[in-house]
């Protein structure tokens, strides 16, 4: 089956052939949008534990250590916020491209048992910034992690949310400039076949 990338060159490699160097922000500056979100998320925990409702972050993407969520910006949230309706939209995809499956797997059990992830994004990608410096998004079954083992440590932690494929790459026969503008029809023959391949893992898993 042939693949292509999503923007016509995936994100990883884009990294790699970037001829500029990225300006990255100042320690004072990243603290002081630390700050800032701590200032909001004050003021929202409250009214959610109030209302019963989720406050759910992303990691950043792409998750570069001098980003507010990709180094120790994300872990620092839930410590910060120990009230259980503040978690994360769990992103496998964006943390594999932090540190590999290893990580994914950490983090899965770390932040589940704890009851912090409160959405899961399923994406495959090949390579992570620590390794090759860059990485490139592919299939659910194209990429260098094991979905089904992700689906059975977040059957340990017990997690009961939503499953979603995330970021999925163009397939031959999807049709780009119909349904440009819209990301979801315009890789339709990518989602179904993401939507299918996740079916068939759980009911894998539903088995074992």
């Not at 440590?153 to 009961?160: A, G, T």
């Not at 979801?184 to 898993?205: D, E, F, P, Q, V």
């Amino acid at each position: 089956m042939r693949r292509f990338s999503a923007a016509g060159i995936s994100q990883g490699e884009s990294l790699g052939l970037t001829k500029e160097k990225r300006e990255a922000p100042t320690y004072e500056e990243l603290e002081a949008w630390w700050q800032q979100f701590l200032a909001v998320y004050s003021k929202l925990v409250p009214v959610a534990e109030e209302y019963h409702t989720k406050l759910s972050m992303h990691p950043s993407d792409t998750p570069n250590a001098d980003t507010p969520f990709g180094g120790l910006g994300f872990h620092r949230i839930i410590d910060a916020f120990p009230s259980k309706q503040v978690g994360y939209i769990y992103c496998v995809g964006t943390r594999a491209e932090a540190g590999g499956s290893r990580l994914v797997l950490d983090e899965i059990h770390q932040y589940g048992r704890k009851g912090r992830i409160h959405l899961v994004h399923m994406r495959n990608v090949r390579g992570s910034l620590p390794t090759s410096g860059g990485f490139e998004e592919a299939l659910l079954d194209d990429g260098d992690l094991n979905m089904f083992r992700v689906l059975i440590e977040l059957r340990k932690i017990n997690f009961d949310g939503c499953i979603n494929p995330d970021h999925i790459p163009f397939l031959e026969g999807d049709d780009r400039e119909r349904h440009s503008g819209d990301r979801r029809t315009a890789c339709g023959i990518g989602l179904a076949y993401s939507i299918g391949y996740l079916k068939a893992l759980l009911c894998a898993l539903y088995s074992v």
